[in-house]
């Protein structure tokens, strides 16, 4: 477990490096957990923060992939990422093994951070956007501020299958599109209705999921005039602001950002997210 606590913003210098895959968990048809050995990685990084990982040493996939740092255990020496196979490079992640060494770039990127003046977080996830959102959690834990998570899927099965969410959270609001646990319906909706609960607490808000619930969670935020943080999963090449792969327009219209340099954590007043 980390102790210190992110009260600025935090950005490393990008290193080429191995690690060791240590387990590997399927918690859902087509999700994986897999733990990497890297001592670096696991002292250093910061919620937000994330790996760009070489799946293939062919053509094909040519770039790297990007997975948020879900989890540290620094004094054992490793990190997480969780992810679900939706292409090539997630099915080759997929196919790796513990005891086999994985190439990879990090910890890249921005994180999270923390007014001293909250008193509450309101984290929202969309769907695996839960994964940056859990190391979050992680350092949240040690801090006496109030926690809730609101988090959306479509079906009930990945809340059921990432049990861990629970002990570091306070509050917890499920939703999901089918309807079969917690609220029926989109986790935006659910947020929208509840947020007038918060409104005499110096509350900070960090968003992760689809970029459709990430306008919507920024429109919430800007009417009732609450920080908010929104990490982005654009699509990326290099990960460090060489290739001019990820842009994200700023909130004037008038400029860019790079996600993997500039973010991927935003103020949300900052940028315009694409629907
Ligand atoms: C900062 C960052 C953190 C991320 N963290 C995680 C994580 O913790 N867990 C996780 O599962 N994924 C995460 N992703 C997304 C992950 O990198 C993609 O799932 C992965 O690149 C897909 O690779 P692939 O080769 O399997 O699929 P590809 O063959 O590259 O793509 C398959 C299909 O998925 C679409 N696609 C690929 N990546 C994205 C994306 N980022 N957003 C929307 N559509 C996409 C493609 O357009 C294509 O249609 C993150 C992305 C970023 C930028
Ligand atoms: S991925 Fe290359 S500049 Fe961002």
Redesign the pocket.
């Known amino acids: 477990m980390t102790s210190d606590i992110i009260t600025t913003q935090v950005k490393t210098t990008a290193q080429l490096t191995t690690g060791k895959i240590i387990q590997k968990r399927m918690v859902l048809a087509d999700v994986f957990k897999l733990s990497i050995e890297h001592s670096r990685i696991s002292r250093i990084s910061k919620p937000g923060q994330?790996v760009n990982i070489k799946?293939s040493d062919q053509l094909t996939?040519l770039l790297r992939?990007?997975?948020?740092i879900?989890a540290v255990n620094a004094e054992a020496g490793w990190f997480e990422?969780?992810?679900?196979?939706?292409?090539?490079?997630?099915?080759r992640?997929a196919l790796l093994e513990p005891g086999e060494m994985i190439n990879l770039i990090g910890p890249l990127?921005n994180s999270f951070w923390l007014s001293s003046q909250t008193k509450r977080a309101l984290l929202v996830a969309g769907g695996?956007g839960v994964?940056?959102l859990a190391f979050l959690l992680q350092h949240l834990y040690q801090l006496k501020i109030k926690k809730t998570l609101f988090w959306g899927n479509q079906t009930k099965e990945l809340f059921l299958a990432y049990p861990e969410i629970k002990h570091s959270c306070l509050e917890l609001f499920y939703t999901t599109d089918d309807g079969s646990m917690g609220y029926h319906g989109l986790v935006t909706d659910l947020f929208a209705e509840v947020i007038p609960k918060f409104e005499h607490e110096a509350v900070q808000i960090f968003a992760c999921g689809?970029n459709p619930m990430l306008q919507k969670i920024q429109q919430v935020a800007t009417q009732n005039g609450i920080d908010c943080q929104l990490?982005?999963?654009?699509?990326?090449g290099c990960g460090f602001g060489a290739c001019m792969g990820?842009n994200v327009q700023s909130a004037s219209g008038e400029s860019y950002f790079y996600?993997?340099s500039d973010?991927?954590v935003f103020n949300a007043k900052d940028i315009k997210v694409d629907g």
């Open positions: 994330f799946l996939p992939r990007p997975f948020s879900t990422i969780l992810f679900k196979v939706i292409g090539e490079g997630t099915r992640l990127g695996l994964a940056p689809p990490s982005l999963e654009t699509l990326m990820c996600t993997c973010g991927p």
